[in-house]
T-cell receptor, first 112, second 119 residues
Framework: AQKVTQAQTEISVVEKEDVTLDCVYE???????LFWYKQPPSGELVFLIR??????QNEISGRYSWNFQKSTSSFNFTITASQVVDSAVYFC?????????FGQGTRLTINP | EAGVAQSPRYKIIEKRQSVAFWCNPI?????LYWYQQILGQGPKLLIQ????????DSQLPKDRFSAERLKGVDSTLKIQPAKLEDSAVYLC?????????????????FGAGSRLTVL
C-alpha cells in the first residue's frame, strides 16, 4: 500500500532562515508521481510541484527547491531565505495510477 | 480560469442531522474528487468521479455518505445521519486528464473547502 510520511509535525523558524521539509514515501510501483501542496490559513490546497519517478533531477523555483532521491524514497522541500508569507501547512503526496495519497502535513511558521 | 467552487463554506449541525455540500469543478475538468480533511491530518480521498461514473469510492462510508455527479459537472456530497467524527473540512478537487484519465500526472486543483462541525 502507498504511504507518505512527513515526520516533522511543526517547524518554527525566524524569517530569512532556510528550512527543509522532509517527505518519505513507500510504494511498490515503479511508475508514480510525487507532489507538494501548500495549504495557507485560507484552507485551499495550492499545487507547488510534481515529479515523476523517472526524473530524479532536482528542481529550483525561486526560493523553493526540491530534492528527489529514489534510493532513500525521499522528496524533500527546501525554502531558502524564508518569509512570513511562507507560513502554511505543507503536504507531500504520492500518486500511483489514479490514487493520490497525502502525508500528515508539516505546519511551518515563519516568525518575523 | 475560475477555480473550484464549493458551498457552503461553514456548516454547524447536530449529530444525526443531515448535510449536503456542493462542488462546481473547473470547466472542462472531467475528474472530480471529494476529500475529507480532519483537523491535523492530511486529506483522505472519499470518492473520485470520472465524468458521471465512480472511479474509486473504497473509503466512502456508504452507510451514511453518498455522492453524485449528475451530468458530469457539479457534484453533491451528502452525510446522513452525521456523527461527531464527521467534523472535518470537505475538500473538492478537479483535474484535467493528461495522457488519459488514469494518468498519475494529473494535477488536482482544490476548492477552499466546506468546514463541517457536528455537535
Amino acid at each position: 500500500a502507498q504511504k507518505v510520511t512527513q515526520a516533522q509535525t511543526e517547524i518554527s523558524v525566524v524569517e530569512k532562515e532556510d528550512v527543509t521539509l522532509d517527505c518519505v514515501y513507500e510504494t511498490r510501483d515503479t511508475t508514480y508521481y510525487l507532489f507538494w501542496y501548500k495549504q495557507p490559513p485560507s484552507g485551499e490546497l495550492v499545487f507547488l510541484i510534481r515529479r515523476n519517478s523517472f526524473d530524479e533531477q532536482n528542481e529550483i523555483s525561486g526560493r523553493y527547491s526540491w530534492n528527489f532521491q529514489k534510493s532513500t524514497s525521499s522528496f524533500n522541500f527546501t525554502i531558502t531565505a524564508s518569509q512570513v508569507v511562507d507560513s502554511a501547512v505543507y503536504f507531500c503526496a504520492l500518486r500511483e495510477a489514479q490514487k493520490l495519497v497525502f502525508g500528515q502535513g508539516t505546519r511551518l511558521t515563519i516568525n518575523p | 480560469e475560475a477555480g473550484v467552487a464549493q458551498s457552503p463554506r461553514y456548516k454547524i449541525i447536530e449529530k444525526r442531522q443531515s448535510v449536503a455540500f456542493w462542488c462546481n469543478p473547473i470547466s472542462g475538468h472531467a475528474t472530480l474528487y471529494w476529500y475529507q480533511q480532519i483537523l491535523g491530518q492530511g486529506p483522505k480521498l472519499l470518492i473520485q468521479f470520472q465524468n458521471n461514473g465512480v472511479v474509486d469510492d473504497s473509503q466512502l462510508p456508504k452507510d451514511r455518505f453518498s455522492a453524485e455527479r449528475l451530468k458530469g459537472v457539479d457534484s453533491t456530497l451528502k452525510i446522513q445521519p452525521a456523527k461527531l467524527e464527521d467534523s472535518a473540512v470537505y475538500l473538492c478537487a478537479s483535474s484535467k486528464p493528461l495522457g488519459g484519465y488514469s494518468s498519475g500526472a494529473n494535477v488536482l486543483t482544490f476548492g477552499a473547502g466546506s468546514r463541517l462541525t457536528v455537535l
